[in-house]
């Protein structure tokens, strides 16, 4: 698994497209009319990560976010404080009675049944549960019952001594409601599945699957807390001993951390998440291999090839110059990386950029002049004002320099190390 990892890691930073002109003033983020964004009529695992869904929050210790999600009907969230509201007072007893019957030493040992599960469906050995470990873990989520998911404040890898070394942590809140069983096995699967989904994050980037399925860590503790409200925490805090770290070669260990820079995942399966994923398409088989995206990707200024999911290429279509599609994951066919557009289609990654669409309407300030640049990762010669405010859709790895950058305009991007998010 880890040297498809490692490739798939390369594919992202190496990914270039070939630049079209910036023309008159630079527009807030859109596609133009002759571009517009399209979708694979049989791509069913898009995600909807929009503000009406159940609140969910899952963060990872890779994360730059607080990935707050919103029910704006049930929900409400101040300064990282989450209530729930209800209607009447039966309800609420009701409410109550019902996640007081959840048995936290059950759901625990639930959760380390489920990651050594999925574990074992990647070729991974099992993590040993240990005491410090889970400690540890326990203090985090009964901090968080008065803060809320905290985006690792606080978190101190050196409480985890012995096994702080490779240090890892993925928390989450989920509230009794959308849990709906005190089913310490459900329970476990549901938290599992978004940890390893991040459906209801909303800048998702896998972190929560990599520490999951790192193959360079050996022991973990899990922590499971109720607040008064129904809100239930989780914590999974990860890492070796010196023992178990001298085990690996650190070249891989930081290899296999960088992946947490891009945002797609690792080449993986979970049977849970998996099971939506009925086309041939996801299937894999000898030399064919899947990695979630969550986003799409723009093609290069020229027809773009089509090849189905053997890497042959398509007589029956192509796509346009310049076009943008959604795509959900990355097929490494024969060696090859292709990306997902339609039912049995794919575009190679040499002829497309790939970027992540969890961004729309949010914004980012220059924090200098910052350089414009393109699809292709060049510098176009144009800069934004200090200060100057840009609605965002896009983010991807500049290919050239392989810094995050943010699309401002059509074929316009800026670095993140020249903005800041708002």
Excluded: C
Excluded at 305 to 315: I, L, P
Aim: hydrophobic content about 30%; aromatic content about 10%; cysteine-free.
């Amino acid at each position: 698994m880890f040297s498809k990892t490692k490739r798939a890691a390369i594919l992202v930073a190496a990914s270039a497209l070939l630049a079209t002109s910036l023309g008159g003033n630079i527009a807030y983020a859109d596609v133009t009319a002759n571009n517009n964004v399209s979708t694979a009529t049989t791509t069913d695992t898009n995600t909807n990560n929009s503000a009406d869904t159940s609140v969910a929050t899952a963060t990872n210790n890779n994360s730059d976010t607080n990935n707050q999600v919103v029910n704006n009907t049930t929900t409400k969230t101040t300064n990282n404080s989450t209530t729930t509201t209800s209607d009447n007072t039966s309800n609420t007893a009701t409410t109550q009675a019902a996640y007081d019957g959840i048995n936290i030493a059950a759901v625990r040992n639930a959760m380390l049944n489920e990651l050594n599960r999925l574990r074992a469906q990647n070729g991974l050995t099992a993590l040993v549960s240990v005491g410090t470990l889970n400690s540890y873990a326990q203090s985090r989520t009964d901090g968080f019952t008065n803060t809320g998911v905290d985006n690792h404040a606080g978190w101190n890898s050196n409480n985890m001594y012995p096994y702080y070394l490779d240090a890892e942590e993925n928390i989450a809140q989920m509230p009794f409601s959308m849990l709906g069983t005190t089913d310490p096995t459900i329970i476990a699967e549901k938290i599992t599945h978004e940890f390893y989904s991040e459906t209801y994050d909303s800048e998702p980037n896998y972190g929560h699957r990599k520490n999951m399925l790192n193959p360079y860590i050996n022991y973990v503790g899990i922590g499971v807390s109720i607040s008064a409200n129904g809100m239930v925490y989780f914590s999974q805090e990860m890492g070796n001993d010196q023992a178990s770290h001298s085990k690996y070669s650190a070249s891989d260990i930081y290899a296999y951390y960088l992946t947490n820079e891009n945002d797609y995942a690792n080449v993986s399966k979970y049977d849970l998440a998996d099971s939506k994923k009925k086309s041939a398409d996801y299937v894999t088989r000898d030399n064919y291999n899947t990695a979630d995206v969550r986003g799409g990707v723009t093609t290069k200024n020229h027809q773009t090839v089509v090849y189905d999911r053997y890497g042959k290429q398509r007589t029956d279509f192509s796509l346009a110059p310049n076009s943008s599609w959604i795509s959900d994951m990355i097929a490494i066919i024969d060696g090859n990386f292709f990306y997902h557009v339609s039912t049995n289609g794919f575009v190679s990654a040499n002829d497309a950029l790939p970027w992540a669409s969890f961004l729309a309407g949010s914004t980012v300030t220059a924090t200098t002049n910052a350089k414009i640049y393109n699809n292709d990762g060049f510098y176009t010669g144009h800069t934004v004002a200090t200060g100057s405010k840009w609605i965002v859709d896009r983010r991807a790895n500049n290919p050239l320099t392989g810094v995050k950058m943010y699309r401002i305009g059509t074929n316009a991007w800026i670095q993140q190390n020249q903005l800041s998010r708002n």
